[in-house]
Each structure stands twice: as structure tokens, then as C-alpha cells.
């Protein structure tokens, strides 16, 4: 999985180019920002091995598997099922442990084996050996199933996952990590049913690198937050705007947006055109807005020309909705009345399908 001279075969899905460096036939992980690192190819049935230490105790990380191409709504992680990586100093909470645990995370399924009531599988012992000594870890997914052999002994099972093909993950979680000897050995496929294959490549890719403003332009009041950035509203300059320093035609894209009833008018302009605009307000699109608990809201859509489409959290709003005079090209430009967070920007270039 892992050549030991570059990061061929993977793709940085909602990180910094200074996350993930590859040294002494390993790859490195800065721990920074929250986000994940996966596959060009999805799998489905399969072995793999692999070897990590954490190089600072306490160090959280985690391997996902079946994972889908992007981030999930308003997360810095995949859909999948996740295997974790902590280093033995995380300690047990009760609700995970130092090692070893899966579990389903953000609408992936699993049924745990040695469960706790939850969906998450928990090791039956703990194997893993402290910071800075290597770990090997052997992960068995096949039909559904997965096992978990932590330094030569199998401690963490569940069964009836779902999805159970796609792709794999490695996770940036905070701890700097060292990955080494990654194989991986494919076994016979087995029958899908509708729903167990995890979202293939649509040919994203992340506009926001999790540590700085890299590639736009920032007004006074915008914040760099991790995965997620922030716009303060305590700005009174008369341009409060963010802008991408690059130009779209015809594209695609994603974007993540924490809408409460206190969110003030934010304007979410294409091509740098008033014409090609969305209002995100809470008095908008009510049947579709998530405004209260976890508010994170997923707009999703197409701008072909002057005709653009629009869907949130999955549901159709407009479908080639005819605009005004439209630049060919032109930036993204965020506009903000007041306080506001987004995150998963993901833009894909349609001329290119």
C-alpha cells in the first residue's frame, strides 16, 4: 500500500501539504489539522498489516476502513467504520480505550462482538505498547466482518458492516504518527446489496487546508479554527468578504455551514457575481435547514453555465435554475452579515467529466 519514497496511491482529503510527509520508509503524520489521508482505490475484501508508534504519549489517531471519497456533513472524518489508534497514555474513559477499539462512525453500521450496549467493539485485552515503541496491527475485513489482531493476537471483532467496500483512511487526530511496512492482500469478493458500497470518487477535492487561509483572501475577522473556520462579525470594515484567490468555470461543489436561528444573512457567491449567488438565512429553505443541536448543514450542487442546482442535507431546493448575466469564470466569495462557521469546502471541475 505504501512504496516508502512517496504518498503515490494516496490522496489528502481535507489536509495541509504539511500534514503527510514521507521519511526512512515511513509515512509521517503532524497530527495537524483534524483530518484524513485515503486511497486512490476502494477495497472490499481484504488483509492489511501495518506497523505505527506514536511519538507523543497521549497521541489519538486512527486507521478507517470503507470509507466514502470525502468528509461527512459538518465532520472533519469519513463515513466507515474506524479502528483505533491511541497511544496507551489516552487512558479509559469508559466510552473508548487505549487501543483497538471499532466502531461505526457517521452513518456507517456495524454490530459489535464484546460490545457494551453501543454499536463500538471493544479489545478484550490491551496489547499495544507504549510511545515510542512500534505497534502491529493486522485488520481482516471480509463479507461484512472485521477483526482486529493487535502485535500478533486478534482482541476486537464486529460483523454485519455496512458499508463494506470502500476506501481506506489513515486519520490525523492531533498525535504526530509514524506508519511503516503498509501491505495489504485482497480476498475473493462477495455479493453487495444496495447500500453496503461506500460513496466512490467524484472527483473532489478541499479548497481549505485545516491551518491557514492558503489560496484565498482573508478580510479582517476570519479564523482559521482547525478543519473548521470562522468568520468573529466583530469585523466593521466595509469588505468583511473571503475570497479564493482561483477562478471556476463550470464546477461542482460542497460546502458545510453551522445555521442556527441566531445566523445572520451570509451570501455564498460564484464565479465572484452577485448573479450566482445563495443567501444562507435560518428563514430559508425551513423544510431542509438542521438549525438546533449538531446545526451543521451540507449545501451541495452544480453551476453549469448560468443554470445552477442546489440541494441541503440531501434534498433537492432548485434544479437549473436560470440566472442573470453570469461571469464564464470567476472566484468564490463568501460574504457574511454576522457571526458564521463553515467547514468542507469542495469544489470538482465539470469540464473535466
Not at 493487535?150 to 458499508?163: D, H, I, L, M, Q
Request: one cysteine or more.
Amino acid at each position: 500500500m505504501f512504496n516508502g519514497k512517496d504518498l503515490g496511491g494516496w490522496v489528502p482529503v481535507n489536509t495541509a501539504p504539511s500534514t503527510w510527509s514521507v521519511r526512512d520508509g515511513m509515512i509521517i503524520c503532524s497530527g495537524v489539522p483534524i483530518g484524513e489521508l485515503r486511497t486512490v482505490r476502494m477495497y472490499q475484501n481484504f488483509i492489511m498489516e501495518v506497523e505505527w508508534r506514536h511519538m507523543k504519549p497521549r497521541g489519538n489517531a486512527g486507521i478507517f476502513v470503507w470509507a466514502d471519497d470525502i468528509t461527512a456533513r459538518g465532520q472533519p472524518f469519513h463515513r466507515g467504520v474506524e479502528v483505533q489508534v491511541l497511544e496507551n497514555a489516552y487512558g479509559n474513559s469508559g466510552g473508548h480505550t487505549v487501543h483497538g477499539d471499532i466502531f461505526p462512525i457517521h452513518g456507517a453500521t456495524m454490530t459489535p462482538i464484546n460490545g457494551r450496549g453501543g454499536s463500538r467493539a471493544f479489545p478484550t485485552e490491551f496489547r499495544s505498547r507504549p510511545s515510542p515503541e512500534w505497534n502491529h496491527y493486522r485488520i481482516v475485513c471480509n463479507d461484512g466482518t472485521i477483526s482486529l489482531a493487535v502485535n500478533g493476537k486478534v482482541v476486537t471483532r464486529g460483523k454485519e458492516a455496512s458499508p463494506r467496500k470502500g476506501y481506506i483512511c489513515l486519520e490525523s487526530e492531533g498525535g504526530v504518527v509514524h506508519y511503516r511496512n503498509l501491505r495489504i492482500r485482497e480476498l475473493p469478493a462477495t455479493p453487495l446489496e444496495p447500500g453496503q458500497v461506500a460513496i466512490a470518487n467524484r472527483g473532489y477535492r478541499c479548497l481549505y487546508t485545516g491551518v491557514d487561509f492558503s489560496g484565498w483572501l482573508a478580510s479582517k475577522g476570519w479564523h482559521s479554527q482547525n478543519w473548521q473556520f470562522r468568520f468573529d462579525g466583530k469585523s466593521e470594515a466595509a469588505d468583511k468578504s473571503l475570497l479564493t484567490t482561483e477562478s471556476f468555470g463550470d464546477f461542482g461543489f460542497i460546502f458545510d455551514v453551522r445555521v442556527s436561528v441566531e445566523t445572520q444573512s451570509c451570501a455564498f457567491q460564484f464565479r465572484g457575481s452577485e448573479a450566482a449567488v445563495i443567501t444562507i438565512a435560518p428563514s430559508l429553505y425551513k423544510d431542509v435547514l438542521v438549525l438546533k443541536g449538531r446545526n451543521w448543514n451540507r449545501f451541495e450542487g452544480e453551476l453549469r453555465g448560468n443554470r445552477l442546482s442546489l440541494s441541503i442535507n440531501g434534498k433537492p431546493v432548485f434544479k437549473n435554475k436560470q440566472l442573470g448575466d453570469v461571469p464564464a469564470k470567476g472566484p468564490l466569495k463568501i460574504v457574511p452579515q454576522g457571526p458564521i462557521n463553515f467547514a468542507n469546502i469542495y469544489v470538482r471541475d465539470l469540464a473535466k467529466r
